[in-house]
């Protein structure tokens, strides 16, 4: 059976939906409000169910000679004693390899899955529920009519906002900052060093570069820094490990706020919200875009199962998969919590017990989606 489907946005989730669709034998429409020009900058990194998603997508193989893998995640004090290791390696062996690589290659991926038919430089502005139908209307006052619609549009969602399936996503209350680093220190393995209600992370992500990821939670209200290069090296230019030598080299820092999305329900009618849209989260453990291409395979499976009832199958595309991405907010808001007590009682707690608690909060991602 034809569906007429239509996925909004082609950021990560998008693209990886469209791609989900395709291999179950869907032809979406694909629109992006951004320019096609548009390539993120920044890193991102991959833990092993993001890989196995992936490879469920049939994307795995591009994917390989990109980035760096990542075999250890060593977390630090904020002076650069260890606290604990994680052997990332084992925790996600028969699952998927872990690996760091630049956002702009993890588009191009997706993008070569997705056929290259997305329309840039067009947005939805408008959308109703008629009969059954999703009515849409884009940014040039074209109007067309689909059996589903996938809002993949990110945390600031319209699509979310004009189904009434929510509002503004909820921060964090969190500042990032995200750096690309070029001539630092050589480094092997995932590195975090946490300090006050902050924390440094550094990795490598292939070419010889560095991703650096680094964040402060702040009191409600506070700005964001005028000059956030600065900022961070006000923040972590007493920390120590590999960070002097990387702030040396940083030459331009991004700042980001952090969300979360929380919602009743995902979709209504013939409308579905995946991705961010769906259930944003701090990504202090990395699970977004995991969690974007788990969404992916098991659309393209509910909607294989019974395209000709597309309720049934977007109720049980939420059956499967919010308890899962529960899960991860849940672990999330866990390890944000401990990271923010006291270093005095936190690190001689995680000199102990940090590689269990840590390991902990990936146990049920290893498990098949
Ligand atoms: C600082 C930071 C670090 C992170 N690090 C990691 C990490 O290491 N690993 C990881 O897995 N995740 C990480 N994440 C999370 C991850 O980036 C997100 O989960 C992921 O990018 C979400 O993808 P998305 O496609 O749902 O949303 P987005 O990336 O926001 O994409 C939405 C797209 O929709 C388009 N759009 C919006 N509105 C419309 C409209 N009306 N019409 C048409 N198009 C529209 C937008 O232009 C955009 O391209 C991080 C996030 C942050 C903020």
Not at 117 to 126: F, I, P
Not at 188 to 199: I, M, N, V, Y
Request: a neutral charge.
């Amino acid at each position: 059976m034809t569906l007429r489907i239509l996925v909004v946005g082609a950021g990560i989730a998008g693209l990886a939906a469209a791609r989900g669709l395709r291999v179950a034998g869907f032809r979406p429409d694909v629109v992006e409000e951004l320019p096609a020009t548009t390539v993120p900058g920044a890193g991102i990194y991959l833990p092993g169910n993001a890989t196995r998603a992936l490879r469920l997508l049939g994307l795995d193989a591009p994917l390989r000679p990109l980035g760096d893998l990542i075999f250890r995640q060593m977390f630090l004090d904020a002076d650069g004693g260890e606290l604990f290791e994680i052997d990332v390696a084992a925790l996600w062996a028969g699952v998927g390899e872990s690996r760091a690589l630049s956002r702009a290659d993890l588009q191009q991926v997706l993008l070569t899955g997705v056929g290259g038919e997305v329309r840039y430089d067009t947005a939805v502005r408008e959308l109703q529920i008629v009969d059954g139908a999703a009515k849409v209307e884009f940014g040039d006052g074209r109007i067309a009519e689909y059996d589903l619609v996938i809002g993949a549009d990110g945390r600031r969602s319209t699509i979310r906002a004009k189904a009434g399936l929510g509002g503004p996503a909820v921060p964090t209350g969190q500042i990032v900052y995200r750096s690309v680093v070029r001539g630092g220190p050589p480094l092997s393995d995932w590195t975090a060093l946490l300090g006050r209600r902050s924390s440094f992370v550094a990795m490598p992500m292939g070419g010889r570069r560095l991703y650096c990821y680094a964040d402060e939670t702040v009191e409600p209200g506070q700005p964001n820094p005028a000059d956030p290069l600065a900022r961070v090296r006000e923040l972590f230019g007493g920390f120590g490990g590999p960070v002097p030598a990387i702030l040396d080299a940083m030459e331009k820092v991004q700042v980001a706020r952090t969300d979360e999305v929380l919602l009743d329900s995902w979709s209504r009618g013939p409308v579905l919200l995946v991705g961010d849209a769906a259930h944003a989260t701090a990504p202090t453990l990395a699970q977004g875009a995991a969690m974007a291409f788990e969404d992916a395979v098991v659309l393209g499976e509910v909607l294989r199962a019974t395209p000709g009832d597309v309720p049934a199958a977007l109720a049980r595309f939420e059956d499967r998969r919010r308890p899962r991405c529960a899960q991860v907010r849940e672990q999330t808001r866990d390890r944000d919590r401990t990271r923010d007590v006291p270093p005095a009682l936190r690190d001689p707690m995680l000199r102990r017990r940090g590689r269990r608690i840590f390991q902990e909060h990936y146990r049920e991602l290893v498990r098949p989606l």
